[in-house]
């Protein structure tokens, strides 16, 4: 076993003993979440970020976001996506950012307008502050990151490093949730989103992080797993996550890991020699059987109702009115408000407001960012979204070494429409694909 395997298996198992201790002691995450920050800054400090440090340590407080907030760790609820600008905007102190990045300085401007409007509509009985805080801090992170990420010169193993640092406290919370979980026959009685096989916490935001961990151990099997025990090991850790984020029953989240993994399989096929792609085959028919067994697994613990969750059916095999819980229903009312409000939109958290009045009370939190930034930003947020759509398409005509680049604006886009940006990892996630990454073994050192 080498000095790799070695420290790789210790990080893995210091991970396992993180989601085991917190199940056990639960005040310890509230030190696991200081710990992250404090260390983390030392970190940084220490490097002066010479090799993108704050990017390890962003990736890693992502990584943490939902499984200190289902354990009561959090500094704050929404400090993950404070810590990340906080680091970030640490590693452009030290190392300075592009000074092509203007696209996304235009689309944090873009998202003024709704923020100064907000400050004049939001009625008295809101908290100002708190409200558009809540609704701005995901956009105002992906500007921020992206910002930084924008063509900045980083290695391909260095990337690989930086997605192992966001998949490492996905274990953590892997590990919690099977504890956590009691036995599933007697639990599932509905095809719902089940809190209680989510850690007791919101079954579309533990999705949402088990599906980015499932991307992130596929493509380890695929690239980072130079022995066999490193491809076993991989390979229990990445059923373990599917098998988790399956019986969450919240199809957005694993739908995008599952898309990520075709889109990565694509660019890949693209890009290796002919010897390479006859390998391919082989492991891709071996991980399609291993999908397709962890499947039929799950079936059988959820006594066949994850098939019916899949296929739009209630528990008696019913086919549901409805292919998205009601959401539609927000979708609606969010466009209604952009055609009431088209130029500068309603203002930020407005859309709360005005579903709130409609209902008699009723809170009723957007999960569709698209439509939320429609109807709180108007035609400032459909430039702002297009400019964060097509930015990595253009940059991927230079960049083509980046095979992750769909991937990552993939899992913006999907993670967006089912679970807006109430987590930091979409934001971060999205920044990635705009790195320029290099395969050659020398470090690149000038920055565009």
Not at 28 to 36: A, E, Q, T
Request: charged share 15%; glycine share 8%.
């Amino acid at each position: 076993m080498d000095k790799y395997e070695k420290k790789y298996i210790a990080l893995v198992l210091l991970h396992v003993a993180i989601g085991v201790l917190i199940y056990l002691i639960p005040p310890i995450s509230k030190l696991y979440g200081f710990s992250i920050f404090i260390l983390g800054l030392y970190y940084v400090i220490k490097t002066r970020n010479r090799n993108n440090e704050v990017l390890i340590v962003a990736a890693y407080i992502v990584g943490s976001e939902v499984f200190l907030r289902m354990t009561g760790g959090n500094i704050l609820y929404e400090f993950s996506k404070y810590g990340v600008m906080i680091f970030l905007s640490l590693g452009m102190y030290y190392s300075g950012f592009s000074k092509n990045a203007v696209p996304f300085w235009i689309y944090l401007l873009l998202l003024l307008p709704g923020v100064i409007i907000a400050t004049e509509t939001l009625n008295l009985k809101s908290d100002l502050r708190t409200s558009i805080a809540f609704n701005i801090s995901g956009p105002v992170c992906l500007g921020v990151a992206s910002i930084y990420t924008y063509n900045r010169k980083i290695l391909f193993s260095q990337l690989n490093n930086l997605l192992l640092s966001l998949g490492l406290p996905i274990i953590s919370t892997t590990v919690y949730l099977i504890l956590y979980t009691p036995e599933l026959k007697t639990i599932l009685v509905s095809t719902s989103s089940n809190p209680a096989t989510s850690g007791g916490f919101g079954p579309n935001q533990v999705a949402t992080v088990l599906g980015i961990g499932m991307f992130i151990f596929f493509t380890r099997l695929i690239i980072a797993s130079k022995t066999k025990l490193l491809f076993i090991i991989n390979l229990i850790i990445l059923f373990n996550i599917v098998y988790r984020g399956l019986v969450t029953f919240s199809r957005g989240g694993m739908l995008t890991g599952f898309v990520m993994i075709a889109l990565f399989l694509i660019m890949l096929y693209k890009d290796v020699s002919s010897y390479a792609r006859s390998r391919l085959y082989i492991l891709f028919v071996f991980m399609l059987v291993a999908f397709v067994l962890t499947w039929l697994y799950t079936s059988s613990q959820t006594g066949g109702l994850i098939d019916k969750r899949y296929a739009n059916k209630d528990a008696t095999g019913r086919m549901k009115e409805s292919q998205f819980t009601g959401r539609e229903d927000i979708w609606n009312s969010e466009i209604a408000a952009f055609e009431d409000h088209p130029v500068f939109g309603a203002g930020v958290a407005k859309g709360l407001e005005i579903r709130e009045l409609a209902t008699g009370g009723l809170i009723v939190v957007s999960h569709n960012e698209i439509t939320r930034t429609l109807a709180e930003h108007g035609t400032m947020g459909i430039i702002a979204l297009l400019i964060v759509f097509f930015t990595p398409f253009f940059l991927y005509l230079d960049n083509k070494q980046n095979i992750f680049i769909f991937c990552f604006l993939i899992f913006w886009l999907m993670t967006i429409n089912h679970a807006a940006m109430r987590i930091a990892a979409p934001a971060f996630v999205y920044s990635l694909s705009l790195l320029k990454v290099y395969m050659d073994e020398e470090t690149p050192i000038h920055r565009e």
